[in-house]
């Protein structure tokens, strides 16, 4: 039963490979710390700053349930959810979209690519404007929508198993069709839907209620967990899914549980915060780039997110004469990202 | 040193979709040694080797370990016994070597636990072994198809399993990376007792390598045994459709197989030079 013993080995060896083991894991620690710190600081700055200042000391009070004149209305009522949410959601698509990507090995088949989000999206939209449904209907009718695009474009793409380019195609067309249901939907809204619904093609943070935000914290909750238990499965997944089955994965099992757990977060957050545009796309590779490849980058690419989003949403509230929901702010980044990454990949074949 | 373990397959059918690949095939594996699976292309042999392996489920009939059906054995398990690497298995851009090869360490891991001292030593031998240590610290995408190959044999070789299936280790690899890899996998076998079962398209190669050949034609086994048994000018013709003669090798004294075309060919050795070959 026992594997053969290690023909000798020279210590020198051994303790070279431990060295560089080590380096490499204390600077992820190192990434994931700084990361940390800044959505903290983010977070902490969108809490003070906006069109009146206040200190942390009167943030920390509001924070801790005490009444403070002015800023318990402002920042409790206002901030607060909407800096809770931007954490949550960045969180969310960041993971989700990682999740896609690493499993898929390719960076374009992240959730908002591939219909996932559009199909979360266009579900509200109808709930919304013809069907007029509000709070918890909508999110419900978004959750389900998204589960069932996500299972759409896995059944049309499988063929002895799922290649990664067949299911992106698939899903780029099923988003295109979806987005197309989501504008009709919105041409014929009236106007005080139209505010609302508005929400669902960009991605907003604007109005905020702790309503939104809470069913998307409990999700966050409950399926990181789920997601970060499966983080070495995926990792020898990358191997593509032969080496993965060599390796003891059960690959079509893990699948199917990274699937259900990412759209979940993509749905409950897109439900909340609508489909922030290219935050799922953008987190995974910027991850990349800071943490170095061969590491898992689930926890590193939640946190990039969070703060992409935290940063686009107070730069789009403060940075420019008007103000633009979030979604405008990161489409902008993300957009010719996208086209960088569709010319390198079609010359390299790359992966993410 | 354990290397008694049985693998055998037992009236094993494949297929994928409506369309059968292997049909009721039987196998045994000779512990310790080194076994060759040739055949024609289409043939049944990666099918055969992904079943052996765990990684495409029977139709009919089943593989057995140790006298354990694998379908049924515990997936992690199972993985530190029986190691397999696929034709071709995907490197992460940027992954170094140093971070492939510890992914073959994840049969050996839980869940979310730590890296342990026994996993550094493993990947250390691992890079030995395929001298693939100066190399540890360099991007996989970076490296020449030869150094690439190696790289994935010490990810596999950190698997630490005492059976090591390889589909076509030798593919895309010139002439003296080709001898190179396979001398590494017979030191292996020689010095640790592993067993080893690939797929290798040079005939010769295999004849060279093999302890144990087998012949696979049409999704069943022609002919299996030593290969001055298996390698004959009747099987060759059966096997791949290809008139040849085969000679004693004078430099290993295995048979050493010459094939006979249309073209290049002196007069008295073509078969028959008006009938075109089907």
Not at chain 1, 312 to 331: E, I, L, M, N
Not at chain 1, 333 to 350: E, N, Q, S
Not at chain 2, 226 to 235: G, I, N, R, W, Y
């Amino acid at each position: 039963m026992s594997a053969p013993a290690p023909a000798a080995v020279r210590p020198s060896v051994v303790q070279a490979v431990a060295r560089g083991r080590r380096r490499r894991s204390s600077r992820r620690l190192l990434v994931a710390v700084a990361l940390a710190v800044l959505a903290v600081a983010a977070f902490a700055v969108t809490l003070m700053a906006g069109q009146t200042f206040y200190p942390p000391g009167d943030v920390l009070g509001v924070i801790l349930g005490e009444r403070v004149p002015g800023a318990s209305f402002t920042v409790g009522r206002l901030r607060l959810p909407r800096g809770v949410l931007a954490v949550v959601a960045g969180f969310s698509f960041g993971l989700a979209g990682v999740t896609f990507q690493t499993m898929l090995r390719n960076p374009l088949a992240s959730p908002d690519i591939i219909g996932i989000s559009s199909g979360a999206s266009a579900a509200a939209a109808i709930a919304i404007v013809s069907l007029s449904l509000g709070g918890t209907q909508v999110s419900v009718l978004a959750i389900v929508s998204a589960l069932l695009v996500a299972l759409l474009v896995y059944v049309l793409a499988f063929r002895d198993g799922v290649v990664g380019t067949r299911l992106i195609l698939i899903g780029i067309g099923i988003s295109a069709i979806l987005d197309s249901v989501t504008s009709y939907a919105l041409s014929r809204a009236g106007d005080w839907d139209l505010q609302e619904a508005m929400r669902w093609l960009t991605g907003s943070l604007n109005g905020t209620t702790w309503d939104q935000v809470l069913p998307a914290l409990v999700a966050l909750a409950v399926l990181t967990p789920v997601l970060l238990s499966r983080a070495h499965d995926l990792s020898a997944m990358q191997l593509g899914d032969d080496t993965g089955a060599a390796l003891g994965v059960r690959v079509e099992r893990t699948r199917i549980t990274v699937i259900v757990a990412a759209v979940g977060l993509i749905a409950f957050a897109t439900s909340a915060a609508g489909p922030i545009a290219f935050v799922a796309f953008l987190s995974g590779p910027i991850a990349a780039r800071l943490v170095g490849a061969g590491g898992s980058l689930l926890v590193p690419a939640g946190l990039v997110g969070a703060l992409l989003v935290l940063v686009a949403d107070f730069a789009g509230q403060f940075a420019f004469d008007a103000r633009f929901p979030v979604g405008v702010v990161t489409g902008v980044l993300g957009a010719p990202y996208l086209i960088y990454l569709i010319v390198r990949t079609h010359r390299a074949g790359g992966s993410l | 040193m354990t290397t008694s373990h049985s693998l055998a397959a037992e009236g094993l059918t494949l297929g994928y979709g409506d369309r059968v690949v292997v049909e009721s095939l039987d196998l045994v594996v000779p512990p310790g040694e080194i076994t060759v699976i040739v055949g024609a292309n289409a043939c049944g042999k990666s099918t055969l080797l992904r079943s052996l392996s765990r990684l495409l489920a029977p139709r009919e009939g089943r593989v057995v370990l140790d006298g354990k059906e694998v379908h049924r054995m515990p997936a992690k398990q199972l993985a530190r016994t029986l190691g397999l690497l696929p034709q071709s298995p995907v490197a992460p851009e940027g992954i170094t070597v140093l971070d492939l090869v510890g992914r073959g360490r994840h049969p050996h891991q839980g869940m979310f636990s730590r890296w342990k001292a026994e996993d550094d030593v493993a990947v250390a031998a691992a890079l030995e072994a395929t001298r693939t240590t100066e190399l540890a610290d360099r991007a996989v995408d970076e490296l020449s198809g030869g150094q690439r190959q190696r790289v994935w044999i010490a990810m596999a070789l950190a698997q630490q399993t005492d059976l090591l299936l390889l589909d076509e280790p030798t593919t895309f690899l010139d002439a003296s990376h080709q001898i190179d890899v396979l001398d590494l996998l017979t030191d292996l076998n020689r010095g640790r007792g592993t067993t080893i079962v690939m797929i290798l398209h040079d005939l010769n190669l295999a004849a060279r390598y093999a302890d144990h050949l087998i012949a696979i034609a049409g999704g069943r086994l022609h002919a299996c045994g030593t290969p001055a048994e298996v390698l004959t000018e009747d099987s060759v013709r059966a096997v791949f459709g290809l008139d040849s003669r085969v000679i004693e090798d004078p430099v290993s004294g295995r048979p050493l197989m010459l094939p006979i075309g249309r073209h290049h060919v002196r007069p008295q050795l073509t078969p028959n030079p008006l009938q075109p070959v089907e």
